[in-house]
Nanobody
Framework: QVQLVESGGGLVQAGGSLRLSCAVSGLTFSYYNMGWFLQAPGKEREFVADVSWSGGRTNFADSVKGRFTISRDNAKGTVYLQMNSLKPEDTAVYYC????????????WGQGTQVTVST
């Protein structure tokens, strides 16, 4: 059974930092690209960042470039999202997702972790 479990969310003041983790089990982690997405209240889910299966390539949404970094530890089966200089508009539920490296779609999703940034 494939499981993606996010952790690390919480309440933080604007300008602060959080580090999200996503622990993956039930699949060969190094075969999968990993992504982070967010969904704010009343809005559609949107892309935040992704990292290739090897960790050699990353992409970021324009809204988080220069503030967020993504990394992975294939030995631990975990992907991370380091979020710095947080803004109230970053408030959302953050989801990690797994995409088989030759696929175009994210097949597996976590349950999400809430991030709330206060003013």
């Amino acid at each position: 059974q494939v499981q993606l479990v996010e952790s690390g969310g919480g309440l933080v003041q604007a300008g602060g930092s959080l580090r999200l983790s996503c622990a993956v089990s039930g699949l060969t982690f190094s075969y999968y690209n990993m992504g982070w997405f967010l969904q704010a209240p009343g809005k559609e889910r949107e892309f935040v960042a992704d990292v290739s299966w090897s960790g050699g390539r990353t992409n970021f949404a324009d809204s988080v470039k220069g503030r967020f970094t993504i990394s992975r530890d294939n030995a631990k089966g975990t992907v991370y999202l380091q979020m710095n200089s947080l803004k109230p508009e970053d408030t959302a539920v953050y989801y990690c997702a797994a995409q088989f490296r030759t696929s175009k779609e994210y097949r597996y999703w976590g349950q999400g972790t809430q991030v709330t940034v206060s003013t």
